[in-house]
């Protein structure tokens, strides 16, 4: 029998057994105690000791910040003293100024609306919305119209979208936030009614198909214009079906729009309208790169479904009533068909129309090949998926579009927005006065010189006479040609900024960059954004500057330009430059007749300081200024330096964010160099006219106090047109090509020598007067010359 007690056998128990912990003794743990209290009172001591120190800084640099407020407020109240009379005198220089440009102002307006009640204008003030919205009604309910008449009320419907843009600018120059968006979206209501005018008058057109219909061919062909190629339409039908002829034209219209129509549509009972506009309502939604040229027109080409026709009985005519007879119903291309649901008929390939049409012989385009684009409106962008084969001819009677698409939608001539950007560079100088004016005569005019990326310009700049109100393409003749000769035209041509402008634009030269085109342009450095073919790539494109500062700027180029040379600077894109801070290169204009292109770049190529004047030599030296929202100061920045001091940073922050009182007065200190003095405070000025004023010459001054106020504004209104601070990055100046090093001679190779059956060289004898053997001569004249001694 098993014994109760006994331990049944099983496996051992895993791991290690451990030890008995042994008991302490009193004494022992009296020690540790006492030991642990030791190190939690050196931890406390050391903490008490690091709060002690910490506090002791903390004073110390309180008193420090105290001493250096105290010096800071000092320094500034000196300042304020010494610059009181030239703070006070530019603020009445500006009050001055101010009140001759809100006159001004206020005489525009009025005169615009006297002219406005003299033309007995008998569309609503677009700025009275119930007026307003009665017309959109009547316009809405006016019943179809032949395309003569239609053409006319589409005028008008323009005419009264270009009043809502003229308001919308007062408003946005008020600040009025509200009537600038109705006045905008009130735009774009008067151009859908537009729009609807013309469907009605197609349906019209359509529906009495047969008074135009060809007795040979069967096709039904209408084509009317209006203001010779700013408005047409063209109209073709076919209701027989009989696809004898595949091309369309209208040779004697002022469109002379054509087309190579597939089978599809000509076997189908469909109609195809081609409609020319000048009116670009796309281009400012668009959310690519890409804009229509608005002088090539936008051309609208439709499939539409066909009414049916009239009937002739025993004498009656019998117009059937539908729901197209007063409208249009567009029909999708490719044409739907019943056995479109089978495989092979969704991957057969859409055919091309090939569409040809007169354009004006006014374009300048940019690009080296046309660019041909129709507008997506549900991702609101211009794109050229479908198109190919653009062409663009010349001949004696003017220029003809062609181009090949598989889509049938808004067509227009486009480029890219950013073609031209960004600046190389840009410079401002007067107009020489005439022959027999003195040397302190006033400036009537500037000269505004930008040069841009574009490759058809080269480094021809585009310059710009401004004058009191107006400017004028000064260059219209000097620019490349055969791309430029459509805008020798436009030398004689005075217009206000914005309109020459948008002129240029119109016709392909766009030099109007706006926000949303910064992430567009490329630098030509990592930073920048290459756009694709489609105008779809963004990268990290420019950092666009503050425009409040940016509009400061503007105002004080326009205002010492009768005066002083301005040009840009490399460096205002760069660091420590942010993007509320604006630099440009200055230099007093000592002699008027003295103010040709290499004038200013034989200037500003030698950055002489004017302290180094000599009177031998017409260059009077280079300032540079730099302006932010504390106004303007000198900072030591050429373009000719490599790269500029430590210290500039200092100097752009100081007085800025947080960089005031005692943290100025220290970032001064720590940013000098070891033993040297501290770093200079930045002197502000109210404008660049004030800070220039002390070290101008008489005639400087007087050149500009005396200038109109109007024409300062005009200059200033050009420079922010051409956004010429935000969209310049100037080239980096080409290094010093490294001396090339001396080619090392060539070294004949040495014959080895010649070994005996023991490895040892053979010694060859000498002939009878002693001298060594020919062969010896010429292989010490082989040897390589000894090294020279260091």
Not at 399 to 405: A, I, K, N, Q
Request: hydrophobic share 35%.
């Amino acid at each position: 029998a098993r014994e109760p007690n006994r331990r049944r056998p099983g496996p051992r128990p895993r791991g290690r057994i451990m030890a008995k912990k042994k008991k302490l003794s009193a004494e022992e743990k009296a020690a540790k105690a006492a030991e642990k209290a030791a190190k939690e009172e050196a931890k406390r001591r050391k903490a008490e000791e690091k709060a002690r120190r910490e506090e002791e800084a903390r004073l110390a640099r309180e008193a420090e910040d105290r001493e250096f407020e105290r010096e800071e407020a000092e320094r500034v109240a000196a300042e304020d003293a010494t610059l009181a009379p030239t703070r006070e005198e530019s603020a009445g220089f500006h009050a001055r100024r101010d009140a001759q440009l809100a006159r001004r102002s206020l005489n525009a307006r009025d005169e615009y609306e006297w002219d406005r009640t003299l033309r007995c204008v008998s569309t609503p003030d677009p700025r009275d919305g119930v007026a307003f919205d009665q017309w959109v009604v009547d316009v809405h309910a006016t019943p179809p119209l032949p395309f003569a008449d239609a053409f006319e009320l589409m005028e008008t419907c323009e005419s009264v979208a270009g009043e809502c843009e003229v308001y919308r600018a007062r408003a946005a120059e008020d600040g009025d936030d509200d009537s600038r968006a109705a006045l905008t979206r009130r735009k774009r209501t008067a151009r859908r009614a537009a729009e609807s005018v013309a469907d009605k008058a197609t349906a019209s057109c359509l529906d009495r198909a047969n008074e135009h219909q060809d007795e040979e061919t069967g096709y039904v062909g209408y084509v009317a214009d209006f203001d010779g190629l700013r408005e047409w339409c063209a109209l073709w039908a076919n209701h027989v079906k009989n696809p004898r002829k595949k091309t369309i034209d209208f040779p004697g219209s002022a469109g002379k729009f054509a087309a190579e129509l597939p089978k599809q549509v000509l076997t189908a009972a469909v109609a195809m309208r081609a409609r020319r506009t000048a009116v670009d309502a796309h281009s400012e939604l668009c959310t690519n790169e890409l804009m229509a040229v608005s002088g090539a027109g936008i051309l609208s080409v439709d499939l539409l479904s066909l009414p049916p026709l009239a009937t002739t009985r025993k004498g009656w005519t019998v117009k059937p009533r539908s729901s197209l007879t007063d409208a249009v119903e567009r029909v999708r291309y490719p044409i739907p068909r019943p056995d479109d649901d089978d495989d092979d008929a969704r991957g057969a390939a859409t055919p091309a129309i090939r569409i040809s049409h007169a354009v004006p012989p006014t374009l300048a385009l940019v690009d080296p090949r046309p660019r041909v684009a129709w507008w997506d409106d549900s991702n609101r962008k211009w794109t050229e998926d479908g198109v190919s084969d653009v062409e663009l001819d010349r001949d004696t009677t003017g220029m003809r579009l062609g181009f090949s698409t598989t889509v049938l939608e808004r067509f227009a001539v486009v480029q890219s927005r950013v073609a031209m950007f960004p600046y190389r560079s840009w410079h401002v100088r007067p107009t020489p006065p005439g022959s027999n004016a003195p040397l302190s005569s006033t400036f009537s005019s500037v000269i505004v010189s930008v040069e841009t990326n574009s490759p058809a310009l080269g480094q021809t700049p585009v310059e710009f006479e401004v004058g009191d109100g107006w400017a004028r393409l000064a260059n219209a003749d000097e620019l490349p040609a055969p791309t430029f000769v459509a805008l020798r035209d436009m030398r004689d041509v005075r217009l206000p900024p914005e309109a020459l402008l948008a002129e240029l634009s119109r016709r392909g030269v766009h030099l109007t960059p706006e926000a949303r085109d910064a992430p567009f342009v490329e630098t030509g450095s990592n930073e920048s954004a290459a756009g694709g073919d489609d105008g779809e790539g963004i990268g990290a494109g420019i950092a666009m500057k503050d425009p409040a500062n940016e509009h400061v700027a503007c105002e004080d180029v326009g205002i010492i330009a009768p005066g002083y040379f301005v040009h840009s600077s490399r460096w205002c894109a760069r660091e420590p430059f942010g993007t509320g801070d604006l630099v440009v290169r200055v230099a007093e204009v000592r002699d008027p007749h003295l103010v040709d292109p290499v004038d200013v770049r034989k200037i500003f190529a030698n950055e002489h300081d004017p302290r180094e004047w000599r009177p031998d030599r017409y260059d009077w030296g280079m300032r540079t200024l730099l302006r932010n929202e504390r106004g303007c100061t000198f900072v030591d920045v050429k373009d000719s330096y490599a790269s500029l001091d430590d210290s500039l940073e200092v100097i752009v922050r100081d007085g800025r964010g947080e960089r005031v009182g005692a943290a100025a007065v220290r970032a001064r200190r720590e940013g000098r160099d070891e033993g040297s003095s501290p770093i200079p405070a930045p002197v502000y000025y109210p404008d660049a006219r004030s800070a220039l004023r002390e070290g101008s010459s008489r005639d400087g001054r007087e050149r500009m106090d005396d200038a109109a106020a109007s024409a300062t504004a005009t200059t200033a209104e050009t420079l922010r047109l051409l956004g010429v601070f935000s969209f310049t990055r100037e080239r980096e100046p080409e290094p010093e090509p490294e001396p090339e090093p001396e080619p090392e001679p060539e070294l004949e190779p040495v014959p080895e020598p010649e070994l005996d059956e023991d490895g040892n060289p053979v010694e060859k004898p000498a002939d009878e007067d002693g001298d060594v053997e020919p062969d010896a001569e010429a292989a010490e004249e082989r040897a390589p010359p000894p090294e020279p001694n260091p």
